[in-house]
């Protein structure tokens, strides 16, 4: 590793470790003692990456001897053939999880997702407010988004010690898409439920500094109770492994051409039209662009294949979680990427991932973004800004050109997934805030 890149490094997990750590307390064995709830609607076998990684957190916790509980429902995210059988009850690896049953509606039409949402956030609610619940603590996500309310309601009735935990900001997220009008009267009703979820909850936990000065800005939380903690890659579960080596890739005639890989949620807030734009310039040389996944964008992209005849892009549907490091694998390069004003909203949790696997990443954000940070300035990959297609076109044909540098590069991000991105560094964060609101909360 370069002296410059050893001290970029240093310097940033020291910031990262001091931005993450709630401030000292003395905590009580009750409160150690805690059982964590953890609350969010999409839990393994689902193919939503928030549900893996609460299943990693939850396994870990288990493993820390906390006890901990699951509620969530069955699985629902994906397309009807991605809904693995799975039990109501079960207890797992010290964890106990409960699926509830709602309806479950395609997520890429906005009625259907509300319909998922209120069947599930209703009954749960009730089963909240008259649930025997001393000696829990509630980790509240933001799957969906408005889950965090119930919290909020059920604390003004009753002791309720709780967290939120965001992921994705809305209603933020819902006007930058356009699915409500900004600043309109559903925005102000949301942003009031906002409030009350924000101020009686305990603590906050956010993915990056960016979501953190937006929560204390828009809703008036004191910085203190606002923690950042960024998600993670289980370094044993997805590891390196040779791009010829993988069955993906031989199965999919991906050994030989250069190729960049998308796996995840196709979402409206990440940006897919450069990589687009690249690949149609790319079209007589020996390189592959390959999409795994689905969202909003999946129509959009297979649209924009067979008006430009793209044949060297190829999109594939999400693959079973059992084969997942050897999908991921399946590449020379992994594409990470957000559009212009998410960050804070969101951040892409495929980061982490992506950096476990070993590859060079190729990120598409805005100057001064953290994912910037993360891939150029550590130097994990090659970033572009937001719409530089030439810039963007240069750097794959820079890492095509140089497999040394490309090999290099990939096992920087692997050693900065290790450094500072391990499910286990970023339990420990967790279980010391949750720690702390059981203590608080039992005043």
Request: proline residues 6%; aromatic residues 8%.
């Amino acid at each position: 590793m370069a002296p410059e890149m050893a001290t970029n490094l240093a310097e940033t997990q020291r910031s990262a470790q001091k931005a993450s750590k709630p401030a000292p307390h003395s905590v009580s064995p009750e409160a150690k003692s805690a059982r964590i709830v953890i609350l969010n609607q999409y839990y393994v076998p689902d193919v939503a990456s928030t549900g893996h990684l609460l299943h990693e957190l939850a396994e870990e916790f288990a493993r820390l001897k906390k006890p901990v509980k699951v509620t969530t429902c069955f699985p629902s995210y994906g397309p009807p053939e991605s809904w693995l059988p799975c039990p109501g009850h079960e207890f797992t690896n010290g964890v106990e999880v409960r699926r509830m049953r709602t309806t479950r509606y395609s997520k890429d039409r906005l009625a259907g997702r509300l319909l998922n949402s209120i069947t599930f956030l209703v009954p749960l609610a009730v089963r909240q407010l008259f649930a025997k619940r001393k000696g829990n603590v509630y980790l509240y996500t933001s799957n969906p988004p408005y889950l965090g309310v119930i919290g909020g309601f059920v604390s003004l009735f009753r002791r309720h010690p709780y967290v939120v935990l965001l992921h994705d900001s809305y209603p933020h997220l819902a006007e930058w898409v356009g699915k409500i009008g900004n600043g309109g009267m559903a925005s102000k009703i949301w942003h009031r439920l906002n409030r009350v979820m924000y101020r009686r909850a305990l603590h906050t936990i956010v993915l990056c500094q960016k979501a953190k000065e937006l929560v204390c800005r828009d809703y008036g939380i004191a910085p203190e109770r606002v923690h950042v903690i960024p998600n993670w890659a289980d370094p044993e579960t997805l590891r390196p492994i040779a791009k010829e080596e993988t069955k993906f890739a031989q199965a999919n005639g991906l050994v030989e051409p250069f190729t960049i890989l998308y796996s995840g949620n196709l979402g409206l807030y990440y940006e897919f039209e450069s990589l687009l734009d690249a690949a149609e310039r790319l079209q007589n040389e020996n390189f592959r662009l390959v999409f795994i996944g689905s969202g909003g964008k999946k129509q959009f992209i297979a649209d924009q294949i067979a008006k430009r005849n793209l044949k060297n892009v190829l999109m594939f549907p999400y693959q079973p979680f059992e084969t997942l490091n050897d999908s991921l694998n399946a590449c020379d390069a992994s594409l990470v990427t957000i559009a212009k004003g998410i960050e804070g909203i969101s951040f892409p949790s495929k980061l982490y991932s992506s950096l476990a696997v070993g590859k060079p990443i190729i990120a598409i954000s805005e100057e001064g973004s953290e994912l910037q940070d993360v891939v150029d300035r550590q130097r994990t990959g090659v970033w572009t800004k937001l719409g530089d297609i030439d810039g963007l076109v240069a750097a794959i044909r820079r890492l095509m050109a140089d497999r040394a540098l490309s090999h290099e590069l990939g096992r920087n991000a692997r050693s900065v997934m290790e450094s500072r991105y391990t499910m286990q560094t970023s339990a420990r964060a967790y279980a010391d805030v949750l720690e702390l609101a059981a203590e608080e909360g039992s005043r």
